[in-house]
């Protein structure tokens, strides 16, 4: 198995862009995270699925911020407008039932100037 | 709600030194408890974990016990090596999504 996938591996784009990031979590794995990591406020959860419905997004920061899974094998964390305090690396993590071992991607390194 | 305190780092050592970070969960009930740990430029990866009170996780010569009385997880290795640099989180989880620690760096020198 390849692990969970995320693309891009970095992203720059300037204040007021939309940004998608992209995610393939483990085939059958039924569970999936988007977290954000930074410096001041470590890793924060910002929303999960469970067989493709979102079970809790009351991280996510604020509007500007939206994730959906149309499929098990597939899932996008979108910013619209992006700002410079979104900066931040962003990890997608599946797991299967829950809260045993999840399995994180790479990563994607976004900055927005 | 749910937490987790780690000791704060950042911790530099000497190669064969004996490490240890600390690592306490608040929780209702008994949660799984786990430990991550990030490499430079990677994601987090699972090093070892226990699932029940007295149980012993142990991977690549890490080991931590599931102290039941203080939900203690208290990460130790015997002898480092440079190549255990890294960022080492703690986390835990009941029927919620894991919650991590802040996160401790390692960095160990030759």
């Known amino acids: 198995d390849a692990g969970v996938i995320q693309s891009p591996r970095h992203e720059v784009t300037e204040m007021g862009q939309e940004v998608t990031l992209r995610c393939k979590p483990i085939?059958?794995?039924?569970?999936l995270f988007w977290y954000r990591q930074t410096m001041m406020r470590g890793l924060e959860l910002l929303i999960y699925?469970?067989?493709?419905?979102?079970?809790?997004d009351s991280g996510m920061p604020e509007d500007r911020f939206s994730a959906k899974m149309p499929n098990a094998s597939f899932s996008t964390l979108k910013i619209q407008p992006s700002e410079p305090r979104d900066s931040a690396v962003y990890f997608c993590?599946?797991?299967?039932?829950?809260?045993?071992?999840?399995?994180f991607g790479s990563g994607t390194r976004l900055t927005v100037v | 709600g749910n937490s987790v305190t780690q000791m704060e780092g950042p911790v530099t050592l000497s190669e064969e030194a004996f490490l240890t970070i600390n690592c306490t969960y608040t929780?209702?009930?008994?949660?799984?408890l786990f430990w991550y740990v990030q490499y430079p430029g990677e994601g987090l990866q699972l090093l070892l974990k226990?699932?029940?009170?007295?149980d012993k996780g142990s991977n690549k010569g890490f080991e931590a016990t599931y102290r039941k009385e203080t939900t203690s997880f208290h990460l130790e290795k015997g002898s480092v090596q440079v190549s255990d640099s890294a960022v080492y989180f703690c986390?835990?989880?009941?029927?919620?999504?894991?919650?991590f620690g802040k996160g401790t760096r390692l960095s160990v020198i030759a």
């Open positions: 993590a599946s797991s299967l039932k829950g809260a045993r071992g999840y399995t």
């Open positions: 085939s059958g794995h039924d569970y």
């Open positions: 699925f469970n067989n493709n419905v979102p079970i809790d």
């Open positions: 929780a209702t009930g008994y949660p799984s």
């Open positions: 226990a699932t029940k009170a007295d």
């Open positions: 986390a835990g989880a009941g029927n919620t999504p894991l919650v």
